[in-house]
């Protein structure tokens, strides 16, 4: 046999997730890219095999939505914990946020130190977006060149005084500029008009302080500019079904707009939240357990394209004393994929849609060439996930810096088992890379 002919890694699986559907292959993995999908039980030579038997075989998943804080707040999050916390989730890109780190990444100057915080860390491959806050329009472009993957903004307080929300005519503005360069504005979608302060502290008081119609009113506000803009535009954390209805009708208008979930609002609901457990403050909120079947069908119809973690953590003295003070994040970024698994699986949706949301259409949205499917030419990142195994979380087990999770306890379905960037399984070695 020709050297060229033998492979540097096999993977073989009685459940491959390919693009065309669910079943039995080979993988075959040469110099980092996926070389040939062939038949389970074909004769190939490689350096190394690995066969999974009837344990799943999924593309390494992409999360666009994740605050790794570093620099400047690496106390609540840095690039060596929420990378490795990433690859035990299955996840093997990550997308960081332009804030809560310091300097937020507002021009290229942050960019270039948010890499510098980031070299030699990373386990997972990692990108980057921009952000787009009053007064930097003219820094987009030059982001943009430099290779971030679009730009965050918010419409309401961001929580930190560093990175404040656009106005109405700065929305404008910020829309043209990024339409002339065809980049993309993601946007944290809630009217400040519609927002109070809780009335208590409890979680009912809080709930009430970020109606459902505070994210529908600013939703339709970026679908009413985008259609005028032309700008590609995605609505980040959707949580109320409220926006489900002007989404799918801009969409069928053919205005470029797309929209996420996150884990938390599929797998958690506003009754079950106890007392005094700000570990399940977000923002935008939980909502009701009818709001979470809503989203599921949002997701089922493609109203919502993607499902990524928020991952938004902070230390534990933050999320005291009361959820009217309390930090509003969750961090998830190890359990996506079971707990989203968990509820698709209960609901009949099988593992290739829940790729789809997770991989498939994260990457597309960011445009990451190579990710997110099993397809021949593509980066060899895959995760054999044991989809049938039931867990209950142990927040001693996460990677994450700091460990408050609201799914302690909570029995999840599906445990990762391996993960592989590039066809090389992910250990302690920080073998991550920027993305361009």
């Not at 339409?179 to 927002?195: I, K, N, R, T, Y």
């Not at 970024?333 to 593992?351: E, F, I, M």
Request: glycine share 12%; aromatic share 6%.
């Amino acid at each position: 046999m020709r050297a060229e002919d033998v492979m540097d890694l096999v993977i073989r699986s009685r459940r491959a997730v390919l693009p065309g559907g669910e079943g039995p292959a080979a993988v075959t993995v040469r110099e980092g890219r996926i070389t040939g999908l062939h038949a389970y039980d074909a004769a190939l030579d490689a350096a190394e095999q690995v066969d999974l038997g009837g344990t799943a075989l999924l593309p390494g998943l992409v999360d666009t939505h994740v605050h790794v804080n570093e620099p400047g707040r690496t106390h609540w999050e840095g690039f060596a914990s929420a990378t490795r916390a990433a690859a035990a989730g299955g996840v093997t890109t990550i997308v960081d946020m332009p804030l809560n780190s310091l300097p937020p990444t507002v021009n290229v100057g942050a960019l270039a130190e948010k890499k510098r915080a980031a070299a030699g860390q990373c386990l997972v491959d990692v990108g980057f977006w921009g952000g787009a806050v009053p007064g930097n329009v003219k820094e987009l472009k030059a982001m943009h060149e430099a290779g971030v993957r679009g730009f965050k903004c918010f419409l309401s307080p961001s929580g930190v005084e560093e990175f404040p929300p656009l106005g109405a005519d700065e929305l404008r503005t910020v829309m043209v500029e990024i339409a002339s360069f065809d980049g993309l504005l993601v946007v944290h979608a809630e009217d400040p008009a519609l927002l109070g302060e809780p009335a208590g502290p409890g979680y009912p008081e809080f709930l009430d302080s970020r109606p459902g119609q505070a994210e529908r009113r600013a939703v339709e506000r970026v679908i009413a500019l985008a259609g005028e803009t032309g700008v590609r535009a995605h609505i980040l954390h959707v949580s109320s079904a409220l926006c489900l209805e002007p989404l799918a009708e801009a969409r069928r208008r053919g205005v470029r707009i797309t929209a996420e979930t996150c884990p938390h609002y599929l797998t958690l609901t506003a009754e079950e939240v106890p007392p005094g457990a700000t570990q399940f403050k977000c923002c935008p909120p939980i909502r009701s357990s009818a709001n979470r079947e809503e989203l599921w069908r949002g997701l089922a119809d493609a109203v919502l394209s993607c499902v990524v973690s928020d991952h938004s953590p902070c230390t534990p003295d933050l999320k005291m004393p009361d959820f009217a003070a309390a930090w509003g994040g969750i961090s998830s970024l190890q359990l996506g994929l079971p707990a989203v698994w968990a509820g698709a699986s209960q609901r009949g949706y099988g593992l290739g849609q829940v790729v789809r949301w997770m991989a498939g259409n994260p990457a597309a949205l960011a445009r990451l060439d190579g990710k997110g499917a099993i397809a021949v030419g593509n980066d060899a990142d895959l995760v054999a996930f044991d989809a049938d195994a039931e867990h209950p979380v142990d927040m001693a087990a996460l990677h994450h810096r700091n460990p408050v999770t609201p799914y302690h306890g909570r029995t999840l379905r599906g445990v990762v088992r391996a993960t592989w960037l590039r066809g090389r399984a992910v250990g302690d070695a920080p073998e991550g890379r920027f993305l361009p």
